[in-house]
């Protein structure tokens, strides 16, 4: 840019301050350049949760995403991209890894559980506290 600021006419002052700030920014700013097949832009990524958000807005009908997306959200985007670059049939589904399908359900299953705690601390906090407690002032041994 500096090479061609005389090119730029009225806007030479720009081109000054935009070297003056990306100087200051250096090295990375451009990362994209310095790597070959790195894309310039992150559009691609955009407008592939730009296209999830869509299909959940169909299946819904609501206009913004659902709580799920924070809890469910990675198995549901990666079935999103996963359908996009391959069809996939009943057949495929059934050579799925269970031990892997209990691992993942286990994990969503615990996220799942607490948003409801704190829900129920969010609801009514005295209530909640109180059952905690309980739960902790109680002997580990029967009498």
């Keep these: 840019m500096v090479r061609y600021r005389a090119k730029a006419g009225s806007l030479a002052e720009a081109v000054d301050h ?3 700030v990306t ?7 451009f990362h994209c350049y310095a790597v070959v097949d790195l894309p310039r832009t992150n559009n691609d990524l955009e407008q ?6 869509c299909h959940e807005r169909r299946a819904t009908g609501r206009k913004t995403n659902s709580s799920a997306t924070v809890l469910r959200g990675p198995v549901r985007i990666i079935a999103c991209v996963a359908s996009r670059l391959h069809r996939y049939h009943s057949h495929d589904l059934a050579g799925a890894d269970r031990q892997r399908w209990r691992e993942v359900r286990a994990s969503l299953n615990y996220r799942r559980q ?6 129920r601390f969010r609801r009514d906090p005295e209530t909640y506290l109180s059952r905690l407690e309980l739960l ?4 580990a041994l029967p009498f």
């Design 48 to 53: 592939l949760f730009g296209a999830y958000r």
């Design 23 to 29: 100087r200051s920014y250096r090295p990375g700013l």
């Design 18 to 20: 935009f070297v003056k």
């Design 114 to 119: 607490a948003s409801v705690l704190r829900a």
């Design 136 to 139: 902790l002032c109680q002997p």
